[in-house]
C-alpha cells in the first residue's frame, strides 16, 4: 500500500501544480538496514516509472552534495542543516524538512529547469 499511496500522491502533486517542470531526489547510497534499503528501492523504482510515463525528468541529488550547498560541508550534522534552512527565512519541524528545503534551493540555484 505504500507504494500505491506515494504513486497516487505524486499524481495529485502533478494534479495540483498542473505541470512539473523536473523531479529532484535525495539519493541515499547508505541505508540503516535492510528494511530501509528495500523501501527506498521500491520508491525509486514507483518514481521513476512514474517520472518516464509523464516524461517528467527526474534526478537523484547525492546527499553530501545537499549538504555541502546548504551549509559548506558535505557531511554537516542534522543541526547544521536546521541552522542553514534558518538562515534561509525558513522555520523547518524537523532535520527532514530542512533536508528538503535544501534540495529546493539547490535544484532552483544551480539547475536550468
Not at 499511496?5 to 529532484?24: D, H, I, M, P, Q
Not at 530501509?36 to 525528468?57: F, K, S
Not at 536546521?82 to 519541524?93: E, F, I, N, Q, T
Request: aromatic residues 8%; hydrophobic residues 45%; contains cysteine.
Amino acid at each position: 500500500m505504500r507504494y500505491l499511496r506515494f504513486k497516487r500522491w505524486l499524481t495529485e502533486l502533478l494534479a495540483a501544480s498542473g505541470a512539473l517542470n523536473a523531479v529532484y531526489f535525495e539519493e541515499v547510497r547508505r541505508h540503516a538496514g535492510v528494511d530501509a534499503a528495500h523501501v527506498y528501492g521500491g520508491l525509486m523504482a514507483h518514481l521513476t516509472a512514474w517520472c518516464e510515463h509523464h516524461n517528467i525528468p527526474y534526478q537523484g541529488v547525492p546527499v553530501g552534495t545537499i549538504k555541502k550547498h546548504a551549509t559548506g560541508k558535505g557531511n554537516a550534522a542534522k543541526e547544521e542543516m536546521l541552522a542553514a534552512a534558518s538562515r534561509r527565512g525558513h522555520a523547518p519541524v524537523d532535520d527532514n524538512e530542512a533536508d528538503a528545503l535544501a534540495l529546493l534551493h539547490w535544484a532552483v540555484e544551480t539547475q536550468e529547469t
